[in-house]
DNA sequence: TTGTAAGCGTTATCAT
DNA sequence: ATGATAACGCTTACAA
């Protein structure tokens, strides 16, 4: 900078204003220096701006596992919302295996991100996303945390669930099961909330109706796939709800191990309706959360926040749309 | 800092001292600091660091997509080796729809990140990489560039596609086509290279076999596909080599919606065996590139590279291991 | 309109 | 073994 200075013939400070526009400075002084900045490649140092600034133009994002789709969408929409304003992400897979993530919380203070996005997907305690908050601006994607007011992007996923579910009942099936999420995720109460609201609207006794505990992941819908394959076939269920793809796939393939055949054996429907349900057989039907838009919904309202235009008291609505596809069917008659 | 050193009764020096154990300090001074870190919640501002440091601690990835389950696997490895040294991984996807990639050049000059991972992909051209590698240091995952020897991590494409086109051709297979990649990238001139040794092998013209060119996305694999259904039966391909995965979906989608059966009427195989393709009907049959391997191994070889370990002039090469599955059968009769 | 200079929170050199 | 102190490269009062 100094060097920009010097060729330009101006002070120091006289490029610190033309380079963030934040003092006057005479046109032709001006273009002085950005011919110096040209000829020099001169690119500020941003720790040094950083250091002066007391932030850092970057945001964590954390995501349980970039090989969901959904997060790798959602993970998509929040680089292109902060690209959009100059800012920086930077990834942040918490390692199972390892120790509390406070870790963040310390990435969080040490300021080398000036705020978080979270998704918690499959697990995560609000434990540590308590500290986590503490530390400086979150905020959820696709998830809520009843005890703490943090600001959080969320689609109407009950909404979703209760169109999907309403759609299989008027197929006709009466005889369901469903394979629901971590009990401890709000979206998982949201979907089985969902589900059950139809159940009633339909004439069906919600707690009649088995739910099987799963996780999110493929194996815990083959799992729990496996326990209604063993059952009589007159008490079998004739349409599993999965609150979302992965599971419904590991359901599905473990149906297709058993020689029942989807739909007409079993029909089946999923939630979050990722890029490769379409191509699986027979296509699986789903709710489609709008997780591009809701990465990016999310960055822009952490970098409001940052900003001081927002107040971070709010959660964002956006909506989550059935697609009705190949894995439902009315119910056959035994055989 | 100036805060805990009060507390410890110290001099900033000495916590400076403990906090990167850079100095002698007696071991009961260095507890009374260590206690008012921990009293304090002291965490070190990094800005302030990197400026003193002339580095950040800090890498860039840059990916085309991420819901390429290819490179999301890429860079969480990418993520877990940088992670296990403490050094943040900023996630950089070009938007195509934009102007030149110079920017992250200058994001490397600016010195928010300390070096890139380079995944090309399905495009970009050496032009603005060469920009890029004049800034700092960079290595590239699954590619390699001609002209200049920078350091790179690749698998053996070549191997790989010559197992799975030699696989190909045991099986009787004498019509054969090829959906290849973008002719400019590295990936698709060896894949291409290995199916042709493998013709070869089997007393096959090279020449003979038609090459579709396709630009490793799905829809290309649909589009090259449409010709292929285009041609009369008994001159149409028995069997079809797509260069990636994605090309094989897109062509096993487009046979099915035109009534051609997988494997029968025409086997199809793919490369790069994505978690997917083993959901699909028929599980194609594919080559499995140790992608999360690929990716920690790059940040590796980079990191290894900044701290000087590494002149940084080297390639690393990784199995590519053909998967077996059922997308592939001898060519029937004709009907 | 322009320049001087005082920090920002660290690290590292040099006395002590 | 410990502590002043001068950078690191930038922003921003404040003075000119």
Same mark, same amino acid.
């Given at each position: 900078m100094k060097d920009v200075a010097q060729h330009a013939g101006v002070s120091i400070s006289t490029v610190s204003y033309v380079l963030n526009d934040s003092g006057p400075v005479a046109a032709e002084r001006r273009n002085r220096v950005l011919d110096a900045i040209r000829v020099l490649e001169y690119s500020p140092n941003e720790s040094a701006r950083s250091l002066k600034?007391?932030?850092?133009s970057t945001i964590g994002m954390v995501v349980p596992e970039l090989t969901n789709q959904f997060f790798a969408m959602v993970a998509e929409g929040v680089q292109k919302a902060a690209a959009a304003r100059d800012v920086l992400v930077v990834l942040v897979v918490p390692d199972?295996?390892?120790?509390? /993530? /406070?870790n963040q919380a310390k990435l969080l203070r040490s300021q080398r991100v000036d705020g978080v996005i979270y998704l918690s997907g499959t697990g995560s305690m609000p434990r540590s996303l308590f500290e986590l908050a503490r530390s400086g601006p979150v905020v959820l994607v696709d998830e809520q945390i009843p005890g703490m007011e943090l600001p959080a992007v969320v689609s109407d996923s009950r909404k979703g669930a209760r169109e999907i579910a309403a759609h299989v009942l008027e197929q006709?099936?009466?005889r369901l099961a469903v394979i629901g999420? @971590?009990?401890?995720l709000w979206t998982a109460q949201q979907r089985l909330a969902g589900y059950r609201e139809a159940f009633a609207g339909a004439g069906i006794d919600p707690d009649s109706v088995p739910v099987h505990v799963g996780d999110y992941r493929q194996g815990s819908g083959s799992a729990n796939a496996a326990e209604i394959v063993r059952m009589p076939v007159d008490e079998r269920p004739t349409a599993l709800l999965c609150a979302n793809d992965l599971m419904a796939i590991g359901a599905m393939e473990c149906f297709k191990a058993n020689g029942l055949r989807i739909p007409e054996d079993i029909s089946v429907v999923g939630f979050?309706?990722? @890029?490769?349900s379409t191509l699986l057989t027979p296509r699986l039907t789903s709710v489609r959360q709008p997780a591009h838009d809701m990465g990016h919904r999310a960055a822009t309202v952490l970098l409001d926040i940052l900003e001081e235009? /927002?107040?971070?008291l709010m959660v964002g609505h956006m909506p989550a749309l059935i697609q009705l596809r190949d894995s439902v069917c009315p119910p056959q008659a035994a055989r």
């Amino acid at each position: 900078m100094k060097d920009v200075a010097q060729h330009a013939g101006v002070s120091i400070s006289t490029v610190s204003y033309v380079l963030n526009d934040s003092g006057p400075v005479a046109a032709e002084r001006r273009n002085r220096v950005l011919d110096a900045i040209r000829v020099l490649e001169y690119s500020p140092n941003e720790s040094a701006r950083s250091l002066k600034r007391r932030t850092v133009s970057t945001i964590g994002m954390v995501v349980p596992e970039l090989t969901n789709q959904f997060f790798a969408m959602v993970a998509e929409g929040v680089q292109k919302a902060a690209a959009a304003r100059d800012v920086l992400v930077v990834l942040v897979v918490p390692d199972a295996t390892e120790l509390p /993530e /406070e870790n963040q919380a310390k990435l969080l203070r040490s300021q080398r991100v000036d705020g978080v996005i979270y998704l918690s997907g499959t697990g995560s305690m609000p434990r540590s996303l308590f500290e986590l908050a503490r530390s400086g601006p979150v905020v959820l994607v696709d998830e809520q945390i009843p005890g703490m007011e943090l600001p959080a992007v969320v689609s109407d996923s009950r909404k979703g669930a209760r169109e999907i579910a309403a759609h299989v009942l008027e197929q006709g099936h009466r005889r369901l099961a469903v394979i629901g999420g @971590p009990p401890a995720l709000w979206t998982a109460q949201q979907r089985l909330a969902g589900y059950r609201e139809a159940f009633a609207g339909a004439g069906i006794d919600p707690d009649s109706v088995p739910v099987h505990v799963g996780d999110y992941r493929q194996g815990s819908g083959s799992a729990n796939a496996a326990e209604i394959v063993r059952m009589p076939v007159d008490e079998r269920p004739t349409a599993l709800l999965c609150a979302n793809d992965l599971m419904a796939i590991g359901a599905m393939e473990c149906f297709k191990a058993n020689g029942l055949r989807i739909p007409e054996d079993i029909s089946v429907v999923g939630f979050d309706d990722l @890029p490769i349900s379409t191509l699986l057989t027979p296509r699986l039907t789903s709710v489609r959360q709008p997780a591009h838009d809701m990465g990016h919904r999310a960055a822009t309202v952490l970098l409001d926040i940052l900003e001081e235009k /927002e107040d971070g008291l709010m959660v964002g609505h956006m909506p989550a749309l059935i697609q009705l596809r190949d894995s439902v069917c009315p119910p056959q008659a035994a055989r």
